[in-house]
């Protein structure tokens, strides 16, 4: 294990050893995955933050920057998603890297400067959602946020974990609905179960006109679902959930900004009008 920035990066291997170490949590904690809803917190606590991908499409920004890095009113994208995370009170954070990850924890650090903990997994080679998430099984030993570092959205976690733990569903994805879908993966939904997901289809065909919002909530046992090596939750996990009846949506009507290029970078610095202020009853 390598260590730097407090003890807060680790690559690939020893990965319980630095949540111990950085969050004070013992081997008994560590190692109790089968924790029933009944027994949860009141709301979340831990959150996973993707932010290993190459920007590809935005590479004219990206060379030499990751994309979770570039300035968004004033501010790194990545700070948005950890800011979300404070607001509900979730303050201990993992935050997968891989892509000039160095410059994200330069940034960020041990997260104290901001108000949480953060540690780091800096991946090998490119894992994808699902390998980096088999990383964390040992600490993930309870209901937590997953969610993508280069999408804005304004959430009520708090909500969104109640629909949660009142349904039967392993996992809940939040749902954005955009006037075309044509451009994302669509939720064929039944009531508040998704059913399946048709990527990209024409306008016409869709099936709703709501899309993947990049937020997740998720048990400990999804991960079980998760093959070895690169994988995708999108591709080889949710869909797998929605066949057995265990994948729900969440609607909700936030603010949602995908960065994903050039153009929709530029529109969400233009639009993005920040979050929105939360009821006495929400703060943590």
């Not at 990383?135 to 009520?156: Q, V």
């Not at 709501?210 to 995708?232: C, H, Q, R, S, V």
Request: with cysteine.
């Amino acid at each position: 294990m390598e260590s730097e920035n407090m003890n807060t990066n680790v690559q690939n291997t020893n990965v319980q050893d630095i949540f111990v170490q950085q969050f004070g949590m013992n081997n008994h904690e560590s190692l109790s995955i089968g924790v029933t809803k009944s027994h949860q917190e009141d709301h979340l606590r831990k959150a996973l933050i993707m932010a290993g991908g190459f920007g590809t499409r935005m590479k004219e920004l990206t060379q030499n920057t990751p994309k979770p890095m570039l300035l968004l009113k004033g501010k790194p994208i990545l700070e948005y998603s950890i800011e979300l995370c404070k607001r509900y009170g979730i303050t201990d954070i993992a935050i997968s890297i891989y892509h000039f990850g160095d410059k994200i924890k330069q940034h960020f650090g041990d997260g104290s400067r901001f108000g949480v903990n953060i540690v780091y997994v800096e991946e090998k080679e490119p894992l994808g959602t699902g390998g980096a998430l088999r990383l964390f099984e040992e600490w993930l030993n309870e209901p937590f946020m997953m969610c993508n570092a280069d999408e804005l959205k304004d959430i009520n976690l708090d909500e969104m974990y109640k629909h949660h733990m009142i349904s039967n569903a392993t996992a809940t994805i939040a749902l954005t609905n955009v006037e075309d879908p044509s451009q994302y993966g669509v939720v064929d939904l039944e009531g508040n179960k998704i059913k399946r997901f048709v990527e990209k289809p024409k306008k016409e065909e869709a099936p709703s006109n709501f899309i993947n919002a990049g937020l997740y909530i998720i048990d400990p046992e999804a991960i079980k679902f998760i093959p070895d090596g690169y994988t995708m939750v999108e591709k080889d996990l949710f869909p797998k959930l929605a066949s057995m009846g265990r994948l729900n949506g969440f609607k909700f009507v936030g603010q949602w900004f995908d960065t994903g290029t050039i153009e929709r970078y530029a529109n969400t610095e233009k639009n993005w009008n920040g979050f929105k202020e939360l009821p006495n009853s929400t703060i943590h």
